[in-house]
């Protein structure tokens, strides 16, 4: 777009210490101006400066140069501009526009064209030639990169020369108060300041610093320790066994054996070996030795997250000194650290940071998802954010297995990028592929004839410990666990279903696990009656549950089949039903597993949940026996629609290699079966038949769906930094979520005008009121109402969703207070909202119809559900 022409002079200046930054509402509810641009500018780059004091003085020298505060405290220089300053004052109420002399003619509505006042930051420091970096660092400080291609600073729509010579003061100001010079930086550098200083901003931002008259110094620190950026003191010298309990296995003495500063670990272990804590005491010894600032443990799901804090709490319980100060605070679960915790401007109820799952990659310990931290490579709105509060930490990433072609692309920018922030990378899995593992390290592939030193991937010894630091590659074998055998049977569903009422009625526990959520309802459906009648327990596990009540089920399904179920193990047999979900980072630990066929390390991932404990008490007659349903191997290759809704989730080709590889197989033997069965499956060969279509569909997709080299060309762009920020709800680090709605399920909604409120009545029958007025409740009330509501939202595919609501009706309601409903210039909400009958039926909002195509249904055994009309009539 070009620059607009209505205005052809330079406007008188105002002195920048004059310039406002922020207006701020007073107890009388009057909208007065707050800070100034000079103090507020003063305040980011001081509470910057405290942020980096918090790094261990090694890192802190490698992420953040000399002069990375007052590079901070220099975004908003552009708020020193005409148009910023009429917005404000407009925003007084009493204040008629374009009376000020210095602001006739500013136009604040097309501040949009340019970013705001941060597309005019960026142009300053561009023309005041600062180094590389230091202006596009002030352009992107909202968390996108401002259309500021077709500008210059001096133009007169930014004031011309009189208001960029007010700006350069400023600077010149700033740079004598900061005592600092602009830093040099290099990429990895320049992401985890962009991040930083957005940071910052946000705690400067907050209603802490809103009156002017206040001095402003004594409250940084306050302000650090209620956002959650607080020091942690750690027992020193601590054991394996101090800590867990138990004496080390080999492997878990030998991975923190290897550890040699920052860098790359890749353990690759089979299922039940100990890795989580062999990942969690190298993350301890990192921590001790002052070469890490905190933790990320990201898993594959929310689910898995969930269930990892069982171990991960007591851990940080066990190593945290009782003295410490924060000790308590650092010790809170992901949803009572949303509530306990202010993040300023941004964090606060109602705008995208307040979202726990975003917020604990901030925190100095947290378990989240791996999506969280894919996006830290990724060219998405607050991208940078993320990657700041990964830098110089231990990531642990668990259950990387052999990704599609588009998540594995952003698997591998975001490890290097970790490697670029001088992170501790711990890689956890037991199913990884030559060529993935190749790539995690930056490695040429084993076997390539272009690599240096080649070998046959089945010659890697199997478990394997792969260090990469500074010191270069270094290959540690691993002592294998004793091996077990595991029974393998090949069946049709209705066999299946016999079988595992059979086995469950002897008091067995079975796992039945199937590639979709709809398939594992259904089989739920087809099978929960019979065994009630019988006296099994049925239960049904996936990701389409609202937060609350998937805790509830993780709390009951998930410690059943656990360490901690044996003693009600006995007391009746049960049938544990669910989605891929059951297959990651859970210690679901069966006596009979039936499973539909997948490709086969999701199948080795699954095996890894039979017998799974040696001490587990088992039925006289239960056997380590999995059955699979799957279709005829030559038919399925000829047709892979017999693989059923499976060739929706997973790759034709994939499917039919790893048929292959198992459908003559009657036994299992593990873990020396593990790598040899990958790399049958997954190395590359020439194909004929129907499975080079099959392998061509592969690579180049067919009608409707992308095949993986356009997903990998669409993975790179994600990552490229020359286009348009992605909004954070389109950024897909996994292809097939790329259209997922969240949706508020509710029992019932009512406006009540005299209390200038809405009633929202929950499922489990609660009351809630949730005011129209910000003003109404407190910061710690909102919190605790938000993160109260966040638990009633379950995903859901965007095609299966609810329409979109008119934002402005969510916004009546009072809902704005507690979601990011997206952007204002956009008619519809991002949040969708259902109201749930007793007997699970879905309604509008005004109790109309939510799909044209799908009846929706809610309920606690089967959650969200979508069902075609035209498959119901």
Not at 184 to 204: E, H, Y
Not at 568 to 594: H, K, N, T
Request: proline content about 7%.
């Amino acid at each position: 777009m070009r620059p607009p022409k209505n205005i052809t002079s330079d406007l008188p200046g105002i002195p920048y210490r004059q310039c406002p930054a922020k207006t701020w509402q007073r107890q009388d509810n009057k909208i007065v101006l707050g800070q100034d641009v000079f103090t507020h500018c003063l305040i980011v780059g001081h509470i910057a400066r405290r942020l980096i004091a918090l790094f261990p003085v090694a890192l802190r020298r490698v992420l953040f140069p000399s002069g990375s505060a007052l590079s901070a405290a220099s975004h908003d220089v552009g708020k020193v501009s005409p148009t910023f300053a009429e917005k404000l004052l407009r925003a007084l109420g009493d204040y008629l526009p374009n009376t000020h002399p210095a602001l006739r003619h500013s136009n604040p509505s097309l501040e949009a064209q340019w970013g705001g006042h941060a597309g005019v930051s960026q142009l300053t420091l561009a023309a005041l030639r600062v180094p590389p970096y230091v202006a596009e660092i002030a352009g992107q400080h909202h968390g996108f990169s401002p259309p500021v291609a077709h500008y210059h600073a001096a133009q007169p729509v930014f004031g011309g020369e009189t208001w960029q010579a007010e700006r350069a003061a400023l600077l010149a100001a700033l740079q004598q108060e900061m005592q600092e010079p602009w830093p040099a930086l290099n990429p990895a550098q320049a992401r985890a300041l962009a991040g930083l200083t957005t940071v910052a901003d946000w705690i400067g931002s907050g209603k802490a610093f809103d009156d002017p008259a206040q001095p402003w110094e004594p409250k940084i620190e306050p302000a650090l320790a209620a956002a959650g950026f607080m020091p942690f003191h750690l027992k020193p010298g601590l054991s394996f066994a101090q800590i867990f309990g138990f004496a080390p296995h080999p492997a878990q003495q030998q991975l923190v054996a290897g550890l040699d500063g920052p860098g790359v670990y890749l353990l690759e272990a089979p299922m039940g070996m100990g890795k989580t804590e062999a990942a969690l005491y190298a993350a301890y010894t990192a921590l001790q030795a002052g070469y890490a600032t905190g933790i990320y443990f990201a898993l594959p799901t929310q689910l898995t997250s969930n269930k990892i804090y069982e171990r991960f709490t007591p851990f940080l319980n066990a190593i945290l000194a009782e003295e410490g100060p924060n000790r308590r605070a650092l010790l809170l679960h992901s949803q009572a650290w949303l509530a306990h915790t202010a993040l300023g401007e941004e964090g606060e109820p109602g705008q995208s940071w307040f979202d726990q799952s975003k917020r604990g990659l901030l925190a100095p310990f947290a378990v989240g998802t791996l999506d969280q931290a894919l996006m830290a490579a990724m060219h998405v709105k607050h991208g940078f954010v993320r990657a700041f509060g990964l830098a110089g930490k231990v990531v642990i990433l668990d259950e990387v297995h052999t990704y599609d072609a588009y998540t594995g692309t952003i698997m591998d920018a975001l490890v290097a990028l970790l490697k670029a922030l001088h992170c501790t990378v711990i890689v956890l899995s037991a199913t990884l592929s030559n060529a993935r593992r190749a790539a995690l390290l930056g490695q040429p592939v084993c076997g390539d004839r272009a690599a240096a030193h080649s070998r046959s991937p089945s010659s890697l010894p199997y478990p394997l410990i792969s260090a990469l630091s500074a010191n270069g590659l270094n290959e540690v074998p691993l002592t294998p666990p004793p091996s077990h055998r595991v029974a393998l049977a090949w069946c049709r569903e209705a066999e299946a279903r016999e079988e595992a009422l059979r086995r469950a009625k002897a008091g067995q526990q079975v796992l039945w696990i199937e590639n979709s959520v709809a398939d594992a309802q259904t089989c739920f459906l087809d099978l929960a009656a019979r065994a009630a009648a019988e006296g099994v327990a049925c239960g049904l596990l996936h990701s389409r549950y609202t937060a609350a009540d998937r805790q509830q089920r993780e709390a009951e399904w998930v410690t059943l089949f656990g360490k901690t179920g044996h003693t009600r193990r006995g007391l009746q047999g049960r049938i544990l039903f669910g989605s891929p979900v059951l297959e990651q980072s859970l210690d679901c630990d069966a006596d009979f597993l039936i499973t539909r066929f997948c490709p086969t390390d999701m199948l080795l991932q699954r095996l890894g949940r039979l017998w799974r404990h040696r001490e587990t008490p088992r039925p006289a007659e239960a056997r380590c026996e999995a059955w699979i349903i799957a279709p005829d191997l030559h038919a399925a290759c000829e047709n892979p629609a017999l693989f059923g809704r499976s060739r929706s989730v997973y790759s034709p080709y994939v499917l039919c290699r790893s048929l292959e590889v198992w459908s003559a197989r009657t036994h299992l033997t593990l873990p020396e079966d593990i790598r040899p069965l990958i790399e049958a499956t997954y190395s590359p060969r020439p194909e004929q038949g129907a499975m080079r279509k099959w392998l061509h569909q592969l690579d180049h997709g067919v009608r409707g769906q992308r095949g993986r080299l356009a997903l990998q060309q669409l993975a790179r762009l994600s990552l490229s930094f020359d286009g348009i920020t992605l909004p954070e709800h389109k950024a897909a680090t996994r292809y097939s979520e790329t259209e997922s709605a969240d949706l508020l399920l509710l029992r019932q909604i009512r406006f009540l005008p005299g209390q200038h409120a809405t009633q929202l009545t929950l499922l489990d029958g609660r009351v809630l009121h949730l005011p129209h007025r910000r003003s109404a409740l407190n910061p710690p009330e909102w919190r605790a109402l938000a993160a109260t509501l966040a638990q009633q939202v379950v995903r859901v595919p965007a095609h299966q969703a609810p329409a979109a609501l008119p934002r402005r009706l969510l916004a009546e309601a009072g809902f704005h207070h507690c979601f990011s409903l997206g952007d204002p210039a956009q008619d519809e909400a991002l949040l969708r909202v259902a109201r749930v009958n007793p007997d699970g039926s879905m309604q509008g909002w005004q109790c109309d119809s939510l799909n044209e195509r799908y009846r929706l249904d809610y309920s606690l055994p089967l959650g969200f559900r979508a069902r075609e009309y035209k498959e119901m009539s």
